[in-house]
C-alpha cells in the first residue's frame, strides 16, 4: 500500500497537525502543507552518528520482521521504534523536547500551563488526607519543576512527587531540570520502575497516551484488516495483516470509505485501566490531542491522525529515519472514558486544553504576570513572548482545541476547577 508524505517546515512546531474536526479550518493546514512542498522542503539530514544508529535499529527491525514471517504488525514497529533499548527514539542519546529537539509539548511553551495544573492540584490535594502527586511521562522534567515551584508558593507542597518514566535517559535529564530550577524540593521527587500498588491524590499525564504504540488498520469492503509492516527491497512498506475484531466490533456500523485507514489504541487503553486500578482516591488528568470517538472516526479522515516529527517537520510516514523521530497518533477519548469507567473509576471532566487552562483562570495568572513599563524594553519583550505562548496553547487550530483534558476520579465527586467553564462529558 501506498502512503503519502508530506513535509512542513513550521519553525518550532508544537504538534497540532492533521486536523479535521468540524470546528477547525483543516484546509487552511492543507494549503500550508502544500506550500511547503512546493517549496521543496525536506527533512535535514542526521549527522554521521544518528544516521548509524538508526541504520542499526532499522536492520534490527528487518531481521525480527523476517524472523516473525515477514510481517510485523505496526504496533510492534512503533514500540521498537521509540522504546528499543538503547535505539529507539525515546531512550537514545537525542535532543527531543525544545528549539534544538523534534517538537514544543505544552509545559516547554509556558510555565503558565505548569501553574494552571499545580492549581488543580492543590484543589484536589486540600480536599483528600495525605495526597501526593504522581506524574507520567514527565518528558524533559519541565512540568514537575514547575509544578513543584508553584505548590511551594502556595504552601501547599505533598510530601512526594512521584515520576513514572520509562527511558533511563529522560530519568537523568528530568532529575537535572529539577536539580537547576527546583532543587530546593529535589528530596521530594522519587522515580517509580512501575505504578503503585495503591495511590491517593493527583496523577498527571502530558502527552503520554499519543506515546503508546497504536494498532493501525485498513477497512476492505467493510472488513477490518490490521495494517503490518513488511519489507520489500529492504524498505519498510505496509502490508494488510489479520483480521482487528476490536475494531470492527467497535466501529463495524460505520460507513467508511473502501480503503479507510485508522488507528485503535489498546495500549492506552489497558494504561487508563492500570492508572484506575492503583487511584485509591483522587484524580487522573490527561492531556493529549485526540477527539471523541464521533469525530475521530470521520468518514473523509482517510489517512488516520498518524503523525511523526522530526526537527520541527511534521510528516506521516513512520518508516524513515527509525529512531530518529517521534511517531504518534491522536487519542479516541470515548475509548479512554470507557476504559476508565469499566475499571470503576468515574469520568470528572472533559474539555478543550484552552477550556481547561481559562477554567483555571490563566488569563488572570497572565495579568499577574505582565506587570510591564511600557518604557522598559525588556518588558515589553516578554511581555509579547508570553502572549505569543499563551496563543499558542489557547489558540483553536493550535493547542487550544486540538488537544483535549480528560479528569478521571475514584472517590472524589468535587467539581474541578478546570472544568467549570466548559465541559463536555456529553460529546464522549
Ligand atoms: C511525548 S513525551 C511527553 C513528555 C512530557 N509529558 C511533556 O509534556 O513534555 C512522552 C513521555 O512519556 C514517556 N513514556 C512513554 N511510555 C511510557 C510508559 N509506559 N511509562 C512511563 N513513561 C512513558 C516517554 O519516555 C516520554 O517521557
Known sequence: MGFRVEWTTIPYLSRFVNDKPATHDHNHFRARFK??????????????????????????????????????????????????????????ENIIFGAEGDFLTAPEISDLFGICIARQCTQVLQQINNGNILEIGAGSGVLAATILNDLAKHDSLPDKYFILERSERL????????????????DRVQWLSQLPESFTGVIIGNEILDALPVKRFIINENNFHELCVATQNGEFTWTQGSPLPLASHRL????????????????A????????????TGIALFFD??????????????????????RHRTHNNPFTLPGLQDITSFIDFTAIAESAVSA???????????????????????????NIDSEQVQDVKKHLEMSQAVQKLTLPHEMGELIKVIALGKNTEQPLTGFLLQDRRHRL
Open 289 to 310: 490531542y485526540g477527539y471523541p470517538r464521533t469525530e475521530y472516526y470521520l468518514p473523509d479522515r482517510q489517512d488516520g491522525t498518524l503523525m511523526c516529527y522530526y
Open 171 to 186: 530519568r537523568d535529564k528530568q532529575l537535572e531540570t529539577i536539580k537547576n530550577n527546583a532543587g530546593s524540593f529535589a
Open 252 to 267: 463495524g456500523k460505520n460507513k467508511f470509505p473502501q480503503g479507510y485507514v485508522s488507528e485503535i489504541n489498546p495500549a
Open 344 to 370: 470503576g473509576a468515574d469520568v470528572l471532566g472533559y474539555t478543550s486544553q484552552a477550556g481547561f487552562l481559562m477554567s483555571m483562570g490563566l488569563d488572570q495568572l497572565m495579568a499577574e504576570k505582565s
Open 35 to 92: 506550500a511547503a512542498i512546493a517549496e521543496g522542503a525536506a527533512l535535514p539530514k542526521p549527522n554521521e552518528k544518528e544516521a548509524k544508529r538508526s541504520q542499526q535499529l532499522a536492520a534490527l527491525i528487518r531481521d525480527r520482521i523476517k524472523a516473525q514471517g515477514d510481517l510485523i504488525t505496526f504496533a510492534k514497529f512503533m514500540e521498537t521504534a521509540l522504546y528499543e533499548p538503547g535505539l529507539g527514539y525515546y531512550v537514545a
Open 269 to 280: 487503553e489497558e494504561f487508563t485501566k492500570s492508572i484506575v486500578n492503583c487511584l485509591d
